[in-house]
C-alpha cells in the first residue's frame, strides 16, 4: 500500500516573519534574481498554494527569505475520502450504475 502525500505552502507566514507584509514586496528580489512574474502572479503564489513552481522561483523564494524548504514547504499525509455506506440490500449498485432508458417518440397517425 502506498501512502499518499500532500503539503503545506507556508509563504505566507515565512514572509510575515521576515517582516513582508504585502504580496508586492517580493516583486523587486524576484526581478534582481532574473524572475520576471506579474503582481497578480506573485499574489497567487502567496496566497494559494502552487500545484506546480519552478524551482528556480523556489530556490529564489528561499534566498530572499533567508529559509530553508521545511520552513515554506511542510510535507503532510494526504487526507483519505471517507468510505462510502454500502447500498441497502447488500449490493454494491451506486448511481453509476443507473442508465436512463431510452426516449420511443411515437409518430402521428395519419
Known amino acids: ?19 513582508l507584509f504585502a504580496t508586492t514586496d517580493l516583486i ?8 520576471r512574474l506579474s503582481s497578480s502572479q506573485v499574489y497567487r503564489l502567496v ?9 528556480k522561483v523556489l530556490v529564489a523564494l528561499l534566498d530572499i527569505l533567508d529559509c530553508s524548504m521545511p520552513e515554506l514547504i ?16 447488500g449490493g454494491e449498485a451506486g448511481v453509476g450504475d443507473l442508465r436512463p432508458t431510452r426516449a420511443r417518440i411515437a ?3 395519419e
Open 47 to 55: 496566497v494559494e498554494r502552487p500545484e506546480r513552481l519552478s524551482l
Open 1 to 19: 500500500m502506498t501512502r499518499e502525500l500532500d503539503y503545506r505552502w507556508h509563504l505566507r507566514q515565512v514572509m510575515a516573519a521576515r517582516g
Open 28 to 35: 523587486g528580489p524576484l526581478a534582481e534574481r532574473g524572475i
Open 107 to 109: 409518430r402521428p397517425e
Open 74 to 89: 511542510e510535507p503532510i499525509a494526504a487526507a483519505r475520502p471517507a468510505e462510502q455506506p454500502k447500498a441497502a440490500g
